[in-house]
T-cell receptor, first 115, second 107 residues
């Protein structure tokens, strides 16, 4: 499968616990994006990487959230001290770069439930 | 004003008819525009992208872009029940999404 993959697909955690999600982008894509989506809303931008550099973070991303892409390949998104309001689908997407325009493809998402 | 705006619907269209979905955006410098289809509980699936003013056709789908008026639309011809989903408009370079239009095709 050469698409974007995410793990785990589902995560249930208790409030206050830390969680970490992983995203493996399409191999030739150097841009990687994280989004959060709640019911009835479109995906909400969180952050994006070009190779290993984190180029932008949304103001919505509190200091409990951190993302890394250490080798410019897979990325992790960590949420510390989870709150019930963090319950959402966390989507990763990847996109090529260079001249021209490139499409963005999503992974299947990680559904987080904080109890 | 939201960066990308869509009518949330639901938009109900009879089977076989044309479904017309619209989206407006605020950043006049936007260059790339995407339409995604999302079924309940699934992640968004890219169905169309457009970069130049005018129409772009792919099968039953036509994307229309008017940069001067800052809108992009999606037409679905010969609508099928399987087209019932939420359609998300997205605008690049950072790729900001609208909240989606829920489309329901009634047999």
């Amino acid at each position: 499968d050469t698409g974007v993959s995410q793990n785990p697909r589902h995560k249930i955690t208790k409030r206050g616990q830390n969680v970490t999600f992983r995203c493996d982008p399409i191999s030739e894509h150097n841009r990687l994006y994280w989004y959060r989506q709640t019911l009835g809303q479109g995906p909400e931008f969180l952050t994006y990487f070009q190779n290993e550099a984190q180029l932008e973070k949304s103001r919505l991303l509190s200091d409990r959230f951190s993302a890394e892409r250490p080798k410019g390949s897979f990325s992790t998104l960590e949420i510390q001290r989870t709150e019930q309001g963090d319950s959402a689908m966390y989507l990763c997407a990847s996109r090529g770069d260079g001249t021209g325009h490139y499409e963005q493809y999503f992974g299947p998402g990680t559904r987080l439930t904080v109890t | 004003q939201k960066e990308v705006e869509q009518n949330s619907g639901p938009l109900s269209v009879p089977e076989g008819a044309i479904a017309s979905l619209n989206c407006t955006y605020s950043d006049r410098g936007s260059q790339s525009f995407f339409w995604y289809r999302q079924y309940s509980g699934k992640s968004p699936e890219l169905i169309m992208f457009i970069y130049s003013n005018g129409d772009k056709e792919d099968g039953r789908f036509t994307a229309q872009l008017n940069k001067a008026s800052q809108y992009v639309s999606l037409l679905i011809r010969d609508s099928q029940p399987s087209d019932s989903a939420t359609y998300l408009c997205a605008v690049a370079s950072k790729i900001i999404f609208g909240s989606g239009t829920r489309l329901s095709i009634r047999p």
